[in-house]
């Protein structure tokens, strides 16, 4: 059965980093387009970062130039590293392929 499951979640003040780890089991991983979604309280949930099969990579306009999505093939992980961050980075993340979703970490950011 494939699985998503993430990890690095936690508590940081504005301006700190966290880098979140999504590892795949299955065949998933090297198919498709490993995206972070991020999902705030009363807000609907967003496109954070995706990277491409090809190692193409894209952002939301909020983070760009502080977030990095990356990826080990070999290790079926993808990784976000976050800096400078702010508290409108605070929500549940989430790591997806196709229909798989993770079950989410939570980020909260204070001022």
């Known amino acids: 059965q494939v699985q998503l499951v993430e990890s690095g979640g936690g508590f940081v003040q504005a301006g700190g980093s966290l880098r979140l780890s999504c590892a795949a089991s299955g065949g998933i991983f090297s198919r498709n387009t490993m995206n972070w979604y991020r999902q705030a309280p009363g807000k609907q949930r967003e496109l954070v970062a995706r990277?491409?099969?090809?190692?193409?990579?894209d952002y939301a306009n909020s983070v760009k130039g502080r977030f990095t999505i990356s990826r080990d093939i070999a290790k079926r992980t993808v990784w976000l590293q976050m800096n400078s961050l702010k508290p409108d980075d605070t929500a549940v993340y989430y790591c997806n392929a196709d229909t798989i979703w993770g079950q989410g970490t939570q980020v909260t950011v204070s001022t």
């Open positions: 990277i491409t099969i090809w190692g193409q990579t």
